[in-house]
C-alpha cells in the first residue's frame, strides 16, 4: 500500500505544489519511469489543470533520502561513483564519490516524486498553480518590457 509525496511543478507560474497520495491512485504511478508521462485528469481531485495538461515524472527519492536517478534501471538501490548532479555535488572539479541512488523506475519504496506540468503546445491560459502578487507584478513588467 503505497504513500507518496507528489511535487508537482508548473512551469509558467514557476510554483510547486505538494500533495499526499494515497491508494488506489498511488498504484497508477508504481512502474513509471522518469519521463514517462501521464493524464493530468487523474489529479483532479487535488488540482485542476488545463484540459489536455499532461504530467512528466522528473525524479524523485526513497525511504532512505537517495535520489532517483535516469541512468540506473529499475526499481532498485544501487551505488555508483557520482561526477555531478543528482545526488552529489562535487566541490572541486574532477572529483567523484560513491553514492548510494535509486533506480529510474518508482516503487513502493519511493517516498516523493517529482512531476512537472506539460501544458498542450496551444494553451495561453493562467497557470494551473497560482502565482502571488509579487510575482504577478514582475511577470507583468517583463511583458511590458518585452512588448516594447
Same mark, same amino acid.
Given at each position: 500500500?503505497? $504513500?507518496?509525496?507528489?511535487?508537482? %511543478?508548473?512551469?509558467?507560474? *514557476?510554483?510547486?505544489?505538494?500533495?499526499? /497520495?494515497?491508494?488506489?491512485?498511488?498504484?497508477?504511478?508504481?512502474?513509471?519511469?522518469?519521463?514517462?508521462?501521464?493524464?493530468?485528469?487523474?489529479?483532479?481531485?487535488?488540482?485542476?489543470?488545463?484540459?489536455?495538461?499532461?504530467?512528466? /515524472? $522528473?525524479?524523485?527519492?526513497?525511504?532512505?533520502?537517495?535520489?532517483?536517478?535516469?541512468?540506473?534501471?529499475?526499481?532498485?538501490?544501487?551505488?555508483?561513483?557520482?561526477? *555531478?548532479?543528482? *545526488?552529489?555535488?562535487?566541490?572541486?572539479?574532477?572529483?567523484?564519490?560513491?553514492?548510494?541512488?535509486?533506480?529510474? $523506475? /518508482? %516503487?513502493?519504496?519511493?517516498?516523493?516524486?517529482?512531476?512537472?506540468?506539460?501544458?498542450?503546445?496551444?494553451?495561453?491560459?493562467?497557470?494551473?498553480?497560482?502565482? *502571488?502578487?509579487? #510575482?504577478? #507584478?514582475?511577470? $507583468?513588467?517583463?511583458?511590458?518590457?518585452?512588448?516594447?
Amino acid at each position: 500500500m503505497p $504513500t507518496f509525496k507528489l511535487v508537482l %511543478s508548473d512551469p509558467i507560474s *514557476g510554483k510547486a505544489m505538494q500533495f499526499e /497520495i494515497k491508494d488506489p491512485l498511488a498504484q497508477r504511478f508504481v512502474g513509471l519511469k522518469i519521463g514517462d508521462e501521464i493524464d493530468g485528469v487523474i489529479l483532479k481531485d487535488f488540482i485542476s489543470l488545463p484540459k489536455g495538461a499532461k504530467i512528466k /515524472i $522528473t525524479g524523485g527519492s526513497g525511504i532512505e533520502g537517495a535520489p532517483m536517478v535516469p541512468g540506473v534501471p529499475g526499481p532498485v538501490k544501487r551505488y555508483i561513483l557520482a561526477e *555531478g548532479p543528482p *545526488g552529489y555535488r562535487p566541490k572541486k572539479r574532477g572529483m567523484r564519490r560513491k553514492k548510494l541512488v535509486r533506480g529510474d $523506475t /518508482i %516503487s513502493d519504496s519511493i517516498v516523493q516524486i517529482n512531476a512537472v506540468i506539460v501544458y498542450p503546445k496551444d494553451y495561453s491560459g493562467p497557470p494551473a498553480i497560482p502565482i *502571488g502578487a509579487k #510575482e504577478l #507584478e514582475k511577470l $507583468t513588467k517583463k511583458e511590458e518590457a518585452a512588448a516594447q
